[in-house]
């Protein structure tokens, strides 16, 4: 089904099933422990032996020698594997650096051996007798000494750099002006499930079981890394503990447990250490950001600028922290650019929200500090400054048609925005109006109280996405789809979405997702899976309503197919009305189909938008900063399902609390690392460090995005979050802190002294 | 983990003896800290001795009007015990502030007491540590070093003691009871149970080779008014940036111990009579001598400032 | 004083002697190491026989006596409910119930468990059976991605009854009296068990209504 033009009524808009916040069906599973994440699976193949990753010692150089003599011979060792021995490997295309290292090391706990065993404990202690020798070589570990090395380059997700009027000129003649630089962190996903992955091979047929967002992605990359066709591998990952992007790829568990089964020839399971995770997996890149603002007395942006510099390995993609600059907010003069430099550190990719969540980071204080210099309050400001329209959009990441690009409208209109609503119901709710305009002025017991506010604001991406859907003689659905469930609710919504369209209660509906062999989906990430996979879901449905009516048709001649509707387990039609149990028959009713998106998305600007108020405390002697209240409200489109929609939102909202206050990968300049590699050196919140979270939908629905007129939701919680903080932070207490995360060292020094 | 023997002591006379006598053998409690460690090859006893039988989980009244804590008595018993409640209240404050629910509930006090760093490099095998691999050399000096201790420090480490339990300890002026690998039995002050690193950092305490914790006893109360803050970026489930122990009596005198800044449980007795004077000057007696790093020297503010605000939530 | 047995002595010094060395090797930049890297005979530890009970079922295992209890359910007993989010005590994902309490079985070693009653997410409840506190979390949407949940469970259920049994914690304002039933203290005792996908509010609601609270 071609997606070209904006969505009329459909059997969407029935909202029976789709938009009610209906309980995950995957709970009883999740909360029982019985829903299987691919290390627990000791039952899909017999025989698994234990692989143990080990990796670089060194973050840039080259193996001189390695000694597997010791970790050989050592009880229960069934085989090592090191790119000695691997035989020849390609290298997928989303990766930057590869899977298995050595002779040549390109980063800190690049994985350069896996030893199999009969058990794990066995594989790990003979994973410490291996001997290697290492030549380190310079690297470059220090993104403030390399920012003036940045180069702008296009890729297929970021353009680097825009120009609309003068910005220069205009910024120097504004009456108010703000130069500021921000910084964020390097951060690192650290989902709960570490990367884990069981290969087996059947012949020249491999299968994985493993945990990755984007299966059809894995199988081309897989097939690509062992050079195999792409119709010999099978993954299947059902259940995912949690990704955030990390998983977008095909990572060193899956090439290191396909080779370690090959050399084993045996099943292996491989799961990577807890420690491992910040070195040997992606991470976000820290930015270095400068936003400059000007405006009239009267708070109208006349030019915005903002650069941003993020550091990767060679080929890598940057943290382009200066795209959503772009659209966000008026201004006749404006820049962006965003540049990258090499780093030699882990290889950076992309994070829930990708640029933005940096990026906003850094506009949003910047609107603040800019709300205070004209004297005006922040959400006016934000407000006063809204747009309808895109002004700065000459072109467009992934557009590599040039002519294309020139053809388009400069100034797409969103496809629906509604910002402001989102800042004024915020407000309200919020109590906005209590905050103190003057910091440090507020006080509970030991706290200095302050709130802040920052806009919310994330591409909408939609992806083609297919899926099969199965009728059986009971009248029961089975959707099939590669789409996965990465905590955002995929199985009940895809449940939802069939259920509204072939008129079934949600529990005739079976999901069954994340394995290659069913149809291609979305999958999971940049926030476009459960639009686009529930679009493709819709897709196959609209076929087999089709097929039904058809038959129908066929069983009863004078069966009125013109006014048919699905509802309650049948077709009906005026007072006829036949079984959809009985029109499946003994062989069932099998479609598919999928959602392929036409340019509504280059005609027009789609976007998710959302206002963050929260409230902090910091304690007027120590410095520390303990969140009071968060609250978000969001315009995403429809909202399919408001509790897992609200979960994702909440999560997110979690996630910012994170950036804003504590977490940081720490890089060790001489030996080019990231320190604090486990989850106690690298904090992510805890429950204490969560208050009750509230989350407000904006009624609304968006016909241009998709037939579910849905957009995303599952990183727009994130956006704008942690400047939401910095905001709250200085407004509590007079200290503004520019570089993320606000931890207590960079405030104390500045708050009033203790007497 | 390397291969090693397991054996349940059943008296503490075997445990002893064959800690003392068996090449690599160590005592298991909670196994918390050892577990971890050992899974990093960072510990790699030979043989296990688990000490869990041995009757020592009791909390005693002492003949001098303390308390006498049994060395295998959980984190979490003891910081509930209506006495230490009562009583030594910085000791449950201190208590409840480390770790989590789960980890105080299998967590020993003797275990707590000898737990070791957790500076990032030591548990990091691939890097120089003088503590873990003698003379192989300190990366936290010149390296991340945000944790690590800014008094008593040496050229060869600057680790700090990860207890928060220990510094309640040594505020009370609590002595640790052992038996030694000969029998014996002798009570250490807990001053004297920690080592500052000097040239060896991994000489960690003044325990012998195979001596072991059997209780730790309070003194009689003391009175006054006990807190324990402890100081860090997350809310829970953290180890302390800083943390201050303080008992203050009416008249404005008391006591303080610092966490976080040092190898050990930091206590300067002389430095506690300007405590009437405020918060800087008995934060310059405590850290006196101080030495920091770029990354660390926030300390020095944040100890006088925390200390500042525990006085003044006693004045009320 | 001394509390010492001489005969046994000669004991100990027959079992240190039996004891085979295990070489250590390790990881090293040092070209020097090269000498010591000859392979040498390395010897398994003692496997231990013993009896775990689980869930009210008793288990005869033959372990390593490396083999942490995390491990030996969800290695040997297929009791994978218990996650591995850490393997380092720093997370809570692998949070069982021993003796009534929770602890992180991670860190402690199926030897070591001997002799304990262990109670898992299996042996709470089952999807079609569920305990109060499985069935608040689906009522709450207290989990996304699942993987903590299983952790978050079971430290709820004993977290519960720490409060109950009048159990202080670092926010307990008053520790000479009980303390509250509030959601200020289960936060601060549910925070051994990290969820990265941030659902803790939720999490907290579903607590708030097992305990009987609404907040
Ligand atoms: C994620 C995490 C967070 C933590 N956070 C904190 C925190 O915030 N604050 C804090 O204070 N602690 C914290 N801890 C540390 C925890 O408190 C210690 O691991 C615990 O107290 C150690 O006690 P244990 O009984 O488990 O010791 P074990 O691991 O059993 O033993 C530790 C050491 O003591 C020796 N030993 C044990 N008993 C005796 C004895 N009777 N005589 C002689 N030697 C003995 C052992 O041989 C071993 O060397 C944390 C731990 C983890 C894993
Ligand atoms: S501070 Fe101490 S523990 Fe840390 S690296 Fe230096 S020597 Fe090792
Ligand atoms: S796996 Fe045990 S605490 Fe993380
Ligand atoms: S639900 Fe994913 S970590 Fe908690």
């Given at each position: 089904?071609?997606?070209?033009?904006?969505?009329?009524?459909?059997?969407?808009?029935?909202?029976?099933?789709?938009?009610?916040?209906?309980?995950?069906?995957?709970?009883?599973?999740?909360?029982?422990?019985?829903?299987?994440?691919?290390?627990?699976?000791?039952?899909?193949?017999?025989?698994?032996?234990?692989?143990?990753?080990?990796?670089?010692?060194?973050?840039?150089?080259?193996?001189?020698?390695?000694?597997?003599?010791?970790?050989?011979?050592?009880?229960?060792?069934?085989?090592?594997?090191?790119?000695?021995?691997?035989?020849?490997?390609?290298?997928?295309?989303?990766?930057?650096?590869?899977?298995?290292?050595?002779?040549?090391?390109?980063?800190?706990?690049?994985?350069?051996?896996?030893?199999?065993?009969?058990?794990?404990?066995?594989?790990?202690?003979?994973?410490?007798?291996?001997?290697?020798?290492?030549?380190?070589?310079?690297?470059?570990?220090?993104?403030?000494?390399?920012?003036?090395?940045?180069?702008?380059?296009?890729?297929?997700?970021?353009?680097?750099?825009?120009?609309?009027?003068?910005?220069?000129?205009?910024?120097?003649?504004?009456?108010?002006?703000?130069?500021?630089?921000?910084?964020?962190?390097?951060?690192?996903?650290?989902?709960?499930?570490?990367?884990?992955?069981?290969?087996?091979?059947?012949?020249?047929?491999?299968?994985?079981?493993?945990?990755?967002?984007?299966?059809?992605?894995?199988?081309?990359?897989?097939?690509?890394?062992?050079?195999?066709?792409?119709?010999?591998?099978?993954?299947?990952?059902?259940?995912?503990?949690?990704?955030?992007?990390?998983?977008?790829?095909?990572?060193?568990?899956?090439?290191?447990?396909?080779?370690?089964?090959?050399?084993?020839?045996?099943?292996?399971?491989?799961?990577?250490?807890?420690?491992?995770?910040?070195?040997?997996?992606?991470?976000?890149?820290?930015?270095?950001?400068?936003?400059?603002?000007?405006?009239?007395?009267?708070?109208?942006?006349?030019?915005?600028?903002?650069?941003?510099?993020?550091?990767?390995?060679?080929?890598?993609?940057?943290?382009?922290?200066?795209?959503?600059?772009?659209?966000?907010?008026?201004?006749?003069?404006?820049?962006?650019?965003?540049?990258?430099?090499?780093?030699?550190?882990?290889?950076?990719?992309?994070?829930?929200?990708?640029?933005?969540?940096?990026?906003?980071?850094?506009?949003?204080?910047?609107?603040?500090?800019?709300?205070?210099?004209?004297?005006?309050?922040?959400?006016?400001?934000?407000?006063?400054?809204?747009?309808?329209?895109?002004?700065?959009?000459?072109?467009?990441?992934?557009?590599?048609?040039?002519?294309?690009?020139?053809?388009?409208?400069?100034?797409?209109?969103?496809?629906?925005?509604?910002?402001?609503?989102?800042?004024?119901?915020?407000?309200?709710?919020?109590?906005?109006?209590?905050?103190?305009?003057?910091?440090?002025?507020?006080?509970?017991?030991?706290?200095?109280?302050?709130?802040?506010?920052?806009?919310?604001?994330?591409?909408?991406?939609?992806?083609?996405?297919?899926?099969?859907?199965?009728?059986?003689?009971?009248?029961?659905?089975?959707?099939?789809?590669?789409?996965?469930?990465?905590?955002?609710?995929?199985?009940?919504?895809?449940?939802?979405?069939?259920?509204?369209?072939?008129?079934?209660?949600?529990?005739?509906?079976?999901?069954?997702?994340?394995?290659?062999?069913?149809?291609?989906?979305?999958?999971?990430?940049?926030?476009?899976?459960?639009?686009?996979?529930?679009?493709?879901?819709?897709?196959?449905?609209?076929?087999?309503?089709?097929?039904?009516?058809?038959?129908?048709?066929?069983?009863?001649?004078?069966?009125?197919?013109?006014?048919?509707?699905?509802?309650?387990?049948?077709?009906?039609?005026?007072?006829?009305?036949?079984?959809?149990?009985?029109?499946?028959?003994?062989?069932?009713?099998?479609?598919?189909?999928?959602?392929?998106?036409?340019?509504?998305?280059?005609?027009?600007?789609?976007?998710?938008?959302?206002?963050?108020?929260?409230?902090?405390?910091?304690?007027?002697?120590?410095?520390?900063?303990?969140?009071?209240?968060?609250?978000?409200?969001?315009?995403?489109?429809?909202?399919?399902?408001?509790?897992?929609a609200r979960s994702q939102v909440i999560g997110a909202m979690t996630m910012g609390v994170g950036a804003a206050l504590m977490e940081g990968l720490e890089v060790?300049?001489?030996?080019?690392?990231?320190?604090?590699?486990?989850?106690?050196?690298?904090?992510?919140?805890?429950?204490?460090?969560?208050?009750?979270?509230?989350?407000?939908?904006?009624?609304?629905?968006?016909?241009?995005?998709?037939?579910?007129?849905?957009?995303?939701?599952?990183?727009?919680?994130?956006?704008?979050?942690?400047?939401?903080?910095?905001?709250?932070?200085?407004?509590?207490?007079?200290?503004?802190?520019?570089?993320?995360?606000?931890?207590?060292?960079?405030?104390?020094?500045?708050?009033?002294?203790?007497? | 983990?390397?291969?090693?023997?397991?054996?349940?002591?059943?008296?503490?006379?075997?445990?002893?003896?064959?800690?003392?006598?068996?090449?690599?053998?160590?005592?298991?409690?909670?196994?918390?800290?050892?577990?971890?460690?050992m899974k990093l090859q960072i510990e790699t006893p030979t043989h296990l001795i688990d000490i869990n039988d041995l009757g020592l989980d009791k909390i005693e009244?002492?003949?001098?009007?303390?308390?006498?804590?049994?060395?295998?008595?959980?984190?979490?018993?003891?910081?509930?015990?209506?006495?230490?409640?009562?009583?030594?209240?910085?000791?449950?404050?201190?208590?409840?502030?480390?770790?989590?629910?789960?980890?105080?509930?299998?967590?020993?006090?003797?275990?707590?007491?000898?737990?070791?760093?957790?500076?990032?490099?030591?548990?990091?095998?691939?890097?120089?540590?003088?503590?873990?691999?003698?003379?192989?050399?300190?990366?936290?000096?010149?390296?991340?070093?945000?944790?690590?201790?800014?008094?008593?420090?040496?050229?060869?480490?600057?680790?700090?003691?990860?207890?928060?339990?220990?510094?309640?300890?040594?505020?009370?002026?609590?002595?640790?009871?052992?038996?030694?690998?000969?029998?014996?039995?002798?009570?250490?002050?807990?001053?004297?149970?920690?080592?500052?690193?000097?040239?060896?950092?991994?000489?960690?305490?003044?325990?012998?080779?195979?001596?072991?914790?059997?209780?730790?006893?309070?003194?009689?109360?003391?009175?006054?008014?006990?807190?324990?803050?402890?100081?860090?970026?997350?809310?829970?489930?953290?180890?302390?940036?800083?943390?201050?122990?303080?008992?203050?009596?009416?008249?404005?005198?008391?006591?303080?111990?610092?966490?976080?800044?040092?190898?050990?449980?930091?206590?300067?007795?002389?430095?506690?009579?300007?405590?009437?004077?405020?918060?800087?000057?008995?934060?310059?007696?405590?850290?006196?001598?101080?030495?920091?790093?770029?990354?660390?020297?926030?300390?020095?503010?944040?100890?006088?400032?925390?200390?500042?605000?525990?006085?003044?939530?006693?004045?009320? | 004083?001394?509390?010492?047995?001489?005969?046994?002595?000669?004991?100990?010094?027959?079992?240190?002697?039996?004891?085979?060395?295990?070489?250590?090797?390790?990881?090293?930049?040092?070209?020097?190491?090269?000498?010591?890297?000859?392979?040498?005979?390395?010897?398994?530890?003692?496997?231990?026989?013993?009896?775990?009970?689980?869930?009210?079922?008793?288990?005869?295992?033959?372990?390593?006596?490396?083999?942490?209890?995390?491990?030996?359910?969800?290695?040997?007993?297929?009791?994978?409910?218990?996650?591995?989010?850490?393997?380092?005590?720093?997370?809570?994902?692998?949070?069982?119930?021993?003796?009534?309490?929770?602890?992180?079985?991670?860190?402690?070693?199926?030897?070591?468990?001997?002799?304990?009653?262990?109670?898992?997410?299996?042996?709470?409840?089952?999807?079609?059976?569920?305990?109060?506190?499985?069935?608040?979390?689906?009522?709450?949407?207290?989990?996304?991605?699942?993987?903590?949940?299983?952790?978050?469970?079971?430290?709820?259920?004993?977290?519960?009854?720490?409060?109950?049994?009048?159990?202080?914690?670092h926010v307990t304002s008053d520790l000479t009296r009980s303390p509250k039933m509030s959601a200020i203290e289960f936060r601060e005792r549910m925070s051994g068990?990290?969820?990265?996908?941030?659902?803790?509010?939720?999490?907290?609601?579903?607590?708030?209504?097992?305990?009987?609270?609404?907040?």
């Open positions: 089904m071609k997606f070209d033009t904006p969505a009329s009524s459909n059997p969407i808009d029935q909202l029976k099933v789709i938009g009610k916040p209906a309980s995950r069906i995957d709970g009883p599973l999740k909360t029982t422990g019985t829903a299987p994440y691919a290390y627990d699976r000791y039952n899909v193949v017999s025989n698994q032996a234990y692989g143990y990753v080990l990796g670089s010692a060194i973050a840039k150089g080259r193996i001189a020698s390695m000694n597997l003599a010791a970790a050989k011979a050592y009880p229960g060792v069934i085989a090592i594997v090191t790119a000695e021995n691997a035989g020849k490997l390609g290298k997928g295309d989303f990766n930057t650096a590869l899977l298995l290292g050595g002779p040549e090391i390109q980063h800190y706990h690049q994985a350069v051996a896996v030893v199999v065993a009969e058990t794990f404990e066995q594989a790990r202690a003979a994973a410490y007798l291996i001997q290697v020798e290492y030549v380190r070589t310079k690297g470059y570990f220090d993104l403030a000494d390399e920012k003036s090395k940045g180069v702008a380059k296009d890729d297929p997700y970021t353009i680097a750099e825009s120009a609309v009027g003068n910005f220069s000129q205009a910024f120097s003649s504004a009456p108010v002006q703000l130069d500021a630089s921000y910084s964020t962190s390097h951060e690192s996903h650290s989902m709960l499930e570490p990367h884990a992955t069981i290969a087996a091979w059947d012949g020249d047929q491999l299968t994985l079981w493993t945990s990755n967002q984007m299966i059809a992605w894995s199988v081309g990359e897989i097939s690509k890394t062992l050079r195999i066709a792409k119709e010999k591998i099978r993954v299947i990952s059902p259940y995912i503990g949690g990704g955030f992007g990390s998983k977008l790829f095909v990572r060193t568990d899956a090439l290191m447990a396909a080779l370690a089964a090959r050399a084993a020839m045996r099943p292996v399971k491989v799961s990577l250490q807890r420690a491992l995770i910040p070195n040997n997996t992606t991470h976000r890149s820290a930015t270095i950001q400068r936003l400059r603002i000007g405006a009239t007395k009267d708070g109208q942006i006349t030019a915005i600028g903002h650069e941003s510099w993020s550091g990767n390995l060679p080929g890598g993609s940057p943290e382009a922290g200066a795209v959503q600059t772009r659209a966000l907010y008026a201004g006749a003069n404006r820049m962006t650019s965003n540049r990258i430099s090499q780093l030699d550190l882990p290889e950076a990719n992309a994070m829930r929200a990708p640029n933005e969540a940096s990026g906003l980071a850094a506009l949003e204080q910047a609107m603040d500090e800019m709300a205070e210099k004209l004297g005006m309050d922040p959400v006016v400001f934000r407000i006063k400054n809204d747009t309808q329209v895109v002004p700065d959009s000459p072109l467009k990441a992934g557009s590599t048609d040039s002519q294309a690009n020139k053809n388009r409208n400069p100034n797409p209109p969103f496809s629906l925005r509604q910002l402001v609503k989102c800042f004024e119901t915020g407000a309200e709710r919020f109590g906005w109006h209590k905050r103190n305009a003057k910091p440090g002025q507020v006080r509970d017991g030991r706290w200095l109280v302050g709130m802040g506010t920052a806009s919310a604001y994330r591409d909408n991406v939609v992806m083609k996405s297919a899926a099969r859907v199965k009728l059986d003689n009971r009248g029961h659905l089975t959707v099939e789809t590669d789409m996965t469930d990465i905590g955002t609710g995929s199985y009940t919504i895809i449940a939802q979405t069939a259920a509204e369209m072939m008129g079934l209660p949600l529990e005739k509906v079976t999901v069954r997702l994340g394995d290659s062999s069913f149809p291609a989906s979305a999958g999971s990430g940049g926030q476009w899976g459960g639009n686009s996979s529930t679009s493709g879901v819709y897709a196959a449905c609209m076929k087999l309503r089709e097929a039904i009516t058809v038959k129908a048709k066929a069983q009863d001649p004078k069966f009125d197919i013109t006014n048919a509707v699905f509802a309650d387990g049948k077709i009906q039609s005026k007072s006829q009305s036949i079984l959809l149990a009985d029109l499946a028959g003994s062989r069932g009713l099998v479609a598919e189909d999928a959602i392929e998106f036409g340019d509504l998305d280059k005609r027009y600007q789609q976007s998710t938008f959302g206002a963050h108020f929260v409230e902090v405390g910091v304690d007027a002697a120590t410095g520390e900063i303990r969140m009071r209240r968060m609250l978000a409200v969001c315009a995403a489109g429809r909202i399919l399902n408001p509790k897992t060790d300049k001489r030996y080019g690392f990231f320190v604090n590699h486990d989850l106690a050196g690298y904090e992510v919140p805890v429950h204490a460090d969560i208050p009750h979270q509230e989350v407000i939908f904006l009624d609304e629905t968006d016909p241009i995005s998709s037939p579910m007129k849905a957009k995303g939701v599952g990183e727009l919680g994130i956006c704008g979050v942690a400047a939401a903080i910095a905001n709250a932070v200085y407004n509590a207490t007079g200290v503004r802190v520019r570089d993320y995360p606000i931890t207590l060292d960079k405030l104390i020094e500045k708050m009033p002294t203790m007497v | 983990m390397k291969a090693f023997n397991y054996e349940r002591a059943t008296s503490l006379a075997e445990a002893v003896a064959k800690v003392s006598h068996i090449k690599g053998a160590k005592f298991i409690a909670g196994g918390t800290n050892l577990v971890d460690l009244a002492s003949a001098d009007g303390g308390l006498r804590i049994g060395a295998l008595v959980r984190n979490t018993d003891l910081a509930a015990n209506q006495q230490v409640r009562r009583d030594y209240a910085v000791l449950s404050r201190a208590l409840l502030a480390g770790a989590s629910g789960q980890l105080r509930n299998q967590a020993t006090t003797a275990g707590n007491l000898l737990q070791r760093t957790r500076c990032p490099y030591f548990y990091d095998t691939n890097m120089p540590c003088n503590k873990r691999e003698p003379n192989s050399g300190c990366s936290a000096i010149g390296g991340y070093s945000r944790l690590h201790a800014i008094v008593g420090v040496s050229n060869s480490c600057i680790a700090t003691h990860p207890s928060d339990m220990a510094i309640a300890m040594r505020l009370l002026d609590a002595t640790v009871e052992t038996v030694r690998p000969n029998g014996s039995i002798r009570t250490i002050p807990i001053a004297e149970l920690h080592r500052l690193p000097e040239n060896t950092p991994h000489i960690e305490h003044t325990l012998e080779a195979g001596e072991l914790i059997t209780a730790v006893t309070l003194p009689k109360p003391v009175g006054g008014t006990h807190i324990y803050r402890k100081v860090r970026d997350r809310a829970s489930y953290a180890f302390a940036l800083i943390s201050v122990a303080a008992i203050v009596q009416r008249d404005g005198t008391g006591r303080v111990a610092v966490g976080g800044v040092a190898h050990k449980p930091w206590r300067v007795e002389a430095a506690e009579r300007d405590m009437p004077r405020g918060a800087k000057a008995l934060t310059a007696g405590i850290l006196a001598n101080a030495q920091t790093t770029h990354d660390n020297a926030f300390k020095v503010l944040l100890v006088e400032r925390t200390i500042a605000s525990v006085l003044n939530e006693v004045k009320g | 004083m001394s509390i010492f047995d001489p005969s046994r002595r000669k004991f100990i010094q027959t079992t240190a002697a039996s004891t085979g060395a295990i070489i250590t090797a390790k990881l090293t930049t040092d070209a020097e190491a090269k000498s010591v890297l000859k392979p040498k005979q390395v010897t398994e530890p003692a496997k231990v026989n013993i009896l775990l009970r689980v869930n009210g079922s008793e288990h005869q295992l033959m372990v390593d006596p490396r083999m942490t209890l995390l491990d030996a359910l969800r290695e040997r007993l297929q009791l994978t409910g218990s996650k591995k989010g850490c393997d380092q005590g720093q997370c809570g994902a692998c949070t069982v119930i021993v003796d009534g309490r929770r602890i992180v079985s991670c860190l402690t070693l199926a030897v070591m468990q001997e002799g304990h009653d262990i109670t898992t997410i299996e042996g709470l409840g089952t999807p079609n059976n569920l305990h109060p506190m499985q069935a608040a979390f689906i009522k709450h949407d207290g989990y996304q991605c699942g993987f903590c949940t299983p952790g978050q469970i079971c430290s709820a259920v004993a977290m519960l009854d720490e409060v109950k049994a009048g159990m202080p914690s068990n990290i969820c990265r996908c941030g659902a803790y509010s939720n999490i907290q609601d579903a607590i708030a209504e097992v305990a009987g609270e609404r907040t």
